[in-house]
């Protein structure tokens, strides 16, 4: 588990080089420590599998004879890994090591001599000072999401103790040379291939990688790498696409990420950086599938409001209105006429749209493993773009509409907001002690991760 915790992060996945990332993600020593705890368990329980097969012979033993033996039924009862490191190399990878192990074995064994004499016990077999080192390869699949393999092993077994129930001390001696040998052997020769089998094991796992997320019916978001992970001592930095596109229609937006990097912070398991090229492809997006659009009728204007959409009330603003189309309903359509502009300022985020040249506020926050918004009104200037019931004074509807605005297409817009979009996640994976800042062209969640189940 301890690798698919992280893997997907690092993974080799392909990459458009010569291109900035739009999310940046960095695990720090502190989400490793907690993915190497994870880790030991799955080991553990791998371990636990270990078939060391039956083992018989014959040995000549002073002054009896040759003496026929077996040892069968070897089962593991308990596997202790008290010590254990999951280390970084720069520029490499990731180095697993575990010392101190220990194996617990029970089985039976039986021994016949002089042709007639037979006798048969069981016997319990401590396995000590265990180590185990492995170097784990990270590449991509055909889907763009990670694949792990261990590229090397070595394991050695430090010493082997056995003691027997039933049976004469003289058992002791038969024994002795074959638990340093034969025994040992076999041991050693399951562990490193039982380690294999527990780092492909976790490939299944590393497909849950949203790569490409669903965010609604018009949008997802892709979250393929666009360069190799860059691996320190003490932390990977992740550079990820991070880019919003129309479902079925993959259009690049008229403007390219900047290069950005992530602060020097280690409080957290995990930092993820969302460049404010990730947040204005998104308005592309929406802008484009037409999404940005609202229709308000009447019956979206609260009880107590006092102007009302019909040509009578807009009559004493427009009176052409009121001439042409005497006592009729209205309704009134907001939407963007160009893409808006979000731009991202320490502790701020504004949201500047073109035509009414309106702009708004952004709080951000995260909730579960999506990032979401509310927006509040900083201020809206009108202007007449188009008549078709001649000139008119635009300032006079400028209070009306500013209200509307705040009344109505505010709240709606915040509803759709505070559903948020996924951000980079594994299974189920649960974000905790997140902590979120908005800073010069990028913001900056920082947080610590839980993975149930």
């Known amino acids: 588990m301890f690798l698919c915790c992280w893997l997907p992060l690092v993974a080799l996945i392909p990459m458009t080089l010569g291109t900035n990332p739009g999310v940046e993600v960095r695990l720090t020593e502190k989400g490793l420590e907690y993915g190497r705890q994870l880790g030991m368990a799955s080991i553990?329980?791998?371990?636990?599998?270990?078939?060391?097969?039956?083992?018989?012979?014959?040995?000549?033993?002073?002054?009896?004879?040759?003496?026929?033996?077996?040892?069968?039924?070897?089962?593991?009862?308990?596997?202790?890994l008290p010590k254990s490191a999951l280390d970084l190399v720069a520029g490499t990878g990731v180095r697993l090591s575990i010392g101190n192990a220990f194996l617990h074995l029970h089985g039976n064994w039986r021994v016949k001599y002089m042709k007639i004499i037979k006798d048969s016990g069981s016997f319990d077999l401590n396995v000590n000072d265990l180590t185990i080192a492995t170097s784990i390869a990270i590449k991509s699949d055909e889907t763009g999401r990670p694949v792990v393999s261990s590229v090397s092993c070595k394991a050695a077994v430090g010493s082997a103790s056995i003691k027997f129930h039933g049976g004469a001390s003289w058992l002791y001696n038969l024994f002795k040379d074959f638990i340093d040998k034969a025994l040992r052997n076999a041991l050693q020769k399951?562990?490193?291939?039982?380690?294999?089998?527990?780092?492909?094991?976790?490939?299944?796992?590393?497909?849950?990688?949203?790569?490409?997320?669903?965010?609604?019916?018009?949008?997802?978001?892709?979250?393929?790498?666009?360069?190799?992970?860059?691996?320190?001592?003490?932390?990977?930095?992740?550079?990820?696409?991070?880019?919003?596109?129309?479902i079925?229609?993959?259009?690049?937006?008229?403007?390219?990420?900047?290069?950005?990097?992530?602060?020097?912070?280690?409080?957290?398991?995990?930092?993820?950086?969302?460049?404010?090229?990730?947040a204005n492809?998104?308005?592309?997006?929406?802008?484009?599938?037409?999404?940005?659009?609202?229709?308000?009728?009447?019956?979206?204007?609260?009880h107590g409001f006092p102007i009302r959409l019909n040509t009578r009330t807009f009559g004493d603003f427009i009176p052409q209105i009121a001439k042409r189309f005497p006592g009729l309903m209205m309704k009134l359509l907001v939407k963007t006429v160009k893409n808006p502009v979000i731009s991202f300022e320490p502790n701020n985020v504004t949201v500047q749209t073109t035509g009414t040249e309106t702009s708004v506020s952004a709080k951000l926050f995260v909730t579960e493993m999506r990032l979401a918004g509310a927006v509040t009104l900083n201020k809206m200037t009108l202007t007449l773009g188009?008549?078709?019931?001649?000139?008119?004074?635009?300032?006079?509807?400028?209070?009306?509409?500013?209200?509307?605005?705040?009344?109505?297409?505010?709240?709606?817009?915040?509803?759709?907001?505070?559903?948020?979009?996924?951000?980079?996640?594994?299974?189920?994976m649960k974000l905790v002690n997140t902590q979120l800042q908005v800073l010069k062209d990028y913001i900056l969640i920082g947080t610590d991760v839980q993975f149930v189940g």
Do not use: W
């Open 281 to 302: 492809s998104a308005a592309f997006v929406y802008n484009t599938a037409g999404a940005l659009g609202l229709y308000i009728t009447d019956d979206m204007i609260p």
């Open 386 to 428: 188009k008549s078709y019931v001649g000139e008119f004074q635009v300032k006079s509807l400028h209070c009306i509409l500013q209200m509307v605005l705040k009344v109505v297409v505010i709240p709606i817009v915040n509803v759709e907001l505070a559903k948020g979009y996924p951000l980079p996640t594994l299974g189920k």
């Open 190 to 246: 399951q562990i490193c291939p039982l380690v294999a089998d527990a780092v492909s094991d976790l490939n299944p796992r590393l497909k849950t990688l949203n790569v490409v997320a669903k965010v609604d019916q018009y949008a997802e978001i892709e979250y393929a790498m666009v360069s190799s992970p860059t691996v320190s001592n003490s932390s990977i930095d992740l550079s990820l696409k991070g880019e919003f596109y129309n």
């Open 248 to 278: 079925g229609k993959h259009q690049e937006p008229p403007f390219s990420p900047a290069a950005f990097s992530l602060p020097s912070q280690i409080n957290n398991m995990l930092y993820i950086g969302v460049s404010v090229f990730t």
């Open 44 to 80: 553990q329980q791998k371990l636990k599998t270990i078939k060391v097969p039956d083992i018989s012979g014959s040995q000549k033993v002073s002054p009896i004879g040759k003496v026929q033996y077996s040892l069968s039924n070897l089962q593991i009862v308990d596997v202790g």
